[in-house]
């Protein structure tokens, strides 16, 4: 990868308006098994959909939790990044809201799982005062954006807006 994020190809922003429409309110989303262990998320929120078998590092066995069921206006998004050749095995589906005024510290994501997936990024909300820095260098993720992330060169957000911020984060191997 040449930069530790990359804008690599663009969604309409119809669907990503139709997504958001459908998404339980991120305020009511419970602190979830990767803000409770990784202290770096603590001001975060997500609504993971898809997670491997409650193994932290485990690679082949997922399970779609039944929201997933409930969204298919997520299928677009999925199919895309398939289709961006890096892999049409999905990993990890997760939603990622970061509220006004909160930030995600410094860190690097670790382990075999992280090490065998790549990771993308698609900003469904956001605001002016979203922030992310990935090695030290900052960005403003567009929505209408994919974005590849290597996530484990050190990142972190600021939301310095008036507004939440939530994403979209998949993941997918080679088969």
């Known amino acids: 990868m040449e930069s530790a994020f990359t804008h690599i190809a663009d969604i309409d922003v119809q ?10 309110d991120p305020d009511l989303w419970s602190i979830q098994r990767r803000e409770k262990i990784n202290s770096a998320l ?14 932290l590092n485990e690679t082949d066995t997922f399970v779609d939790d039944p929201i997933r069921n409930s969204i298919p206006e997520i ?4 199919d895309l990044i398939k289709e961006l050749g890096f892999g049409e095995k999905v990993g990890r589906i997760t ?15 670790k382990g ?48 310095d807006g008036e507004t939440g911020r939530v994403l979209l984060i998949v993941d997918v191997t080679q088969a």
């Open 95 to 109: 939603f990622a809201y970061l509220p006004a005024g909160r930030k995600v510290h410094p860190h690097v994501d």
């Open 112 to 159: 075999k799982y992280l090490e065998t997936y790549t990771r993308f990024m698609i900003p469904l909300t956001t605001n002016p005062g979203v922030e992310f820095t990935v090695d030290k260098k900052p960005y403003r993720p567009e929505i209408g954006k994919v974005y590849l992330f290597d996530n484990q060169k050190e990142h972190s957000t600021v939301n």
């Open 75 to 78: 299928e677009p998004f999925i």
């Open 15 to 24: 669907l990503v308006e139709a997504l958001v429409q459908v998404l339980p």
């Open 42 to 55: 603590q001001q975060s929120r997500s609504l993971t959909i898809r997670n491997n078998s409650g193994k």
